[in-house]
């Protein structure tokens, strides 16, 4: 443990967790990746050679070390191994192009890049890139010598927002931060040294929303996986008994989909965590469906990933399938180590009615919140105007004290002068057996100045009318809520999965 000298208090940071679980649980296998299998104490070895190889590589405390590659052992040890050494980590998304990923690491400043050898094609040519990563390795010494004692409050990675324009901002993340937001994982979540984790969420996004240091800190097994095919997710759950995976709703969905058609149902007590975009009713009573519990969280880059959790009552378990998905929906309240620090608020920062139909803007603040935007002061300061953190979500704020996000700002449909949730009526559609999924805009109109507008995926083999799906909303909502066009085919996606609702108003222009 490292301490504090003066006040014997003991620093918090995330190289701790592994620290213990290499003592306390140094013969378990710790990270399972393709035919290979690390215990513990192998991979606390890998990490002190990926960070004593990085300090002869040349990197100094400080520095940026940029990781583009899929979910695996190098990506994860990099959690630590970058630390380690005193460097601050920038996960790149696997999924960008050349020039996007050109931007971030000039923006960054990045010295070297561990990568995937077939991915590092994409990197600018001035990037060092380690493409030889067990190689690589093996020149590192154990224990890594001389790596520099962690400020609690240093920032030890950047992860650059997908926003769906503009450029990115670059996220900072402190020791702190990381180290309590994956406490709250563990609590939230029920990680214990019998939980395996099996990585559907990539580690780019949220450094995989600080699972990477909540698996380690309870003594889990981490199980990589490079890509997410339902197929390959199915069989490592029963292969590995899996209990943990995280996802986006999207990957919820197609995997409950193949298991409905498969006629799988899991029996193991495997829990979902989805968080990313506020998932339909329909999509948590589908997970329901094929065993599995689901827990909906609610956060964004800027909160380390999930700050408020749908805290679930056990009175609860005996409403109605309908019932219960509805409350499952609901963004909830602050994670245990965020304390009681959210909040919605008019334009004067006033909290509004806790009546469930007065919306504001969602704004946090506590110990999983960004230091602050890499490089852009203006940003920070307006993002934390009023000393809170604007998530730039609209909610409302029920009874219970539960939160429960209807739309982005810029999503709002504002149709003759009442506002409408295009997420209320997304969720709606997705009610519709023949709905995949669905993405509701304002379409301009000479009458009411705006009107909904739904973008339709269908399910495969499944066919629906632009006139039966109105009909559909205009039985379950208020008519003016209903979308007055229909339009369908995919819907476009930024690199994180978020539909890009821009680029469908844009086709409206």
Not at 126 to 142: K, N
Request: proline residues 6%; charged residues 20%; contains cysteine.
């Amino acid at each position: 443990m490292l301490y504090n000298s003066v006040h014997m208090k003991s620093v918090l940071t995330p190289l701790d967790f592994l620290a213990r679980s290499a003592w306390v649980y140094r013969d378990r296998i710790a990270v399972v990746d393709g035919d290979r299998r690390f215990t513990y104490a192998e991979f606390n070895q890998r990490v002190h050679r990926q960070a004593s190889a990085l300090r002869a590589f040349g990197v100094l405390p400080g520095d940026r070390v940029a990781v583009l590659a899929a979910n695996s052992a190098g990506a994860l040890e990099a959690h630590f191994g970058v630390l380690l050494a005193g460097a601050v980590l920038v996960m790149l998304n696997t999924r960008l192009q050349a020039g996007e990923l050109a931007w971030i690491l000039n923006h960054c400043e990045a010295r070297v890049a561990i990568a995937d050898p077939e991915l590092a094609a994409g990197l600018p040519p001035h990037i060092r890139a380690i493409t030889d990563y067990e190689g690589w390795l093996a020149q590192g010494e154990f224990p890594a010598a001389g790596t520099p004692p962690p400020e609690e409050d240093g920032f030890i990675a950047i992860n650059y927002t997908s926003g769906t324009t503009g450029f990115p901002k670059g996220v900072m993340y402190t020791h702190r931060g990381a180290y309590l937001n994956a406490l709250g994982e563990i609590i939230e979540h029920g990680l214990t040294s019998r939980s395996v984790y099996l990585w559907t969420l990539p580690m780019f996004h949220c450094n995989g929303w600080c699972f990477p240091w909540a698996v380690t800190a309870a003594g889990a097994r981490h199980v990589c996986l490079r890509q997410v095919d339902p197929r390959k997710v199915v069989e490592l759950i029963r292969a590995e008994g899996v209990t943990h995976l995280c996802g986006a709703p999207v990957v919820v969905s197609t995997l409950t989909q193949y298991c409905a058609a498969q006629g799988i149902r899991f029996h193991g007590g495997l829990k979902i965590v989805t968080a990313g975009a506020p998932p339909a009713p329909a999509v948590i009573r589908a997970a329901e469906e094929i065993g599995a519990s689901l827990a909906h969280a609610y956060g964004l880059t800027e909160t380390y990933g999930p700050h408020a959790i749908c805290a679930w009552h056990p009175e609860w378990d005996a409403l109605p399938a309908a019932e219960r998905a509805q409350l499952r929906a609901r963004q909830g309240v602050p994670f245990t180590v965020a304390g009681t620090d959210l909040r919605v608020v008019d334009g004067d920062m006033r909290d509004v009615p806790a009546d469930g139909q007065t919306m504001g803007e969602a704004v946090m603040r506590g110990n999983n919140v960004m230091l602050g935007y890499y490089k852009n002061p203006e940003a920070t300061g307006d993002a934390f105007r009023g000393g809170w953190f604007h998530s730039g979500d609209l909610a409302v704020m029920h009874p219970d004290g539960y939160i429960e996000v209807r739309d982005r700002q810029k999503d709002i449909v504002i149709s003759g002068g009442e506002n409408i949730s295009s997420i209320e009526v997304e969720k709606v559609l997705a009610e519709h057996p023949a709905v995949l999924e669905a993405a509701v805009v304002a379409a301009p109109d000479e009458k009411w100045g705006e009107v909904p507008k739904a973008h339709i995926g269908l399910k495969p083999g499944q066919t629906a009318t632009a006139e039966e799906l109105i009909a559909f909303c205009r039985a379950r909502l208020a008519h003016f809520k209903c979308p007055k066009l229909v339009e369908f085919g995919v819907l476009p996606r930024t690199v994180t999965g978020k539909v890009r609702k821009n680029e469908l108003r844009a086709r409206l222009q």
